[in-house]
């Protein structure tokens, strides 16, 4: 059974720092991972898919990279703007299978 | 081009009352996911429904929970008897085809009195 893991649970950092969200799931045989953004009370916004050939994603401030031989991914946050304040799931897609397995989210606060 | 749309966005239900929770996929979608948020918690897949039928409901608590999603109108998951527990954010999602990429709708906020 997949489990995905996100560290740290929380982070909070002054605007303009770099960071790195991890993500670790225990199954390498996946089709992909996705991270995704929540904001409070409001649903789940797509930033970055990467297949399972893939290395990494990018997306303006935004790079998301992928390990499956160790089952680690990254998010990397540039430039960090306190509109970047959210959580951010981890989301992995096994093989042949259509759910998604979710990891708890790093609820992220970026302050002025 | 509207995402998938859910409603209400929030309902309170006082236990052992009944929710009906309602969902629009994407225009073109027939494919639809409930999944469970509950707090502190990651998503939780509860069942997956083509039109007209039941694919996957083995994340479904087997009392009081059933879903639906008929020919015409939204998807609908219903949950009986409501009890405190079951106070969590609901997710829809909807896609293409069994393997196309999901989009996720608002959920509903479900507060148990």
């Given at each position: 059974k997949q489990e995905v893991t996100q560290i740290p649970a929380a982070l909070s950092v002054p605007e303009g720092e770099n960071l790195v969200l991890n993500c670790s799931f225990?199954?390498?045989?996946?089709?992909n991972l996705q991270w995704f953004r929540q904001d409070p009370g409001k649903g789940l916004t797509s930033l970055l898919l990467i297949q399972s050939s893939q290395r990494e994603q990018t997306s303006g401030r935004l790079n998301a990279s992928l390990d499956k031989s160790s089952g680690r991914s990254t998010l990397y946050i540039a430039a960090?703007?306190?509109?970047?304040?959210a959580t951010y799931l981890c989301a992995v897609r096994q093989g042949g299978s259509y759910i998604p397995t979710f990891g708890r989210g790093t609820s992220l606060i970026v302050h002025p | 081009n509207a995402g998938v749309m859910q409603n209400p966005r929030h309902l309170v239900r006082r236990r052992g009352q009944e929710a009906r929770l309602r969902c629009s996929p994407v225009k073109g979608h027939s494919h639809v996911y409930w999944y469970r948020q509950l707090p502190e918690e990651g998503l939780k897949f509860m069942v997956y429904l083509q039109k007209e039928n039941i694919i996957d409901e083995s994340g479904m608590p087997k009392e009081r929970f059933s879903a639906e999603f008929p020919k015409e109108g939204p998807s609908i998951l219903r949950i009986q008897q409501?009890?405190?527990?079951?106070?969590a954010a609901y997710f829809c999602a909807s896609s293409l085809g069994r393997g196309n990429e999901q989009f996720f709708g608002p959920g509903t906020r479900l507060t148990v009195l």
């Open positions: 225990t199954d390498s045989a996946i089709y960090s703007q306190p509109g970047d304040s | 409501v009890v405190r527990g079951d106070s």
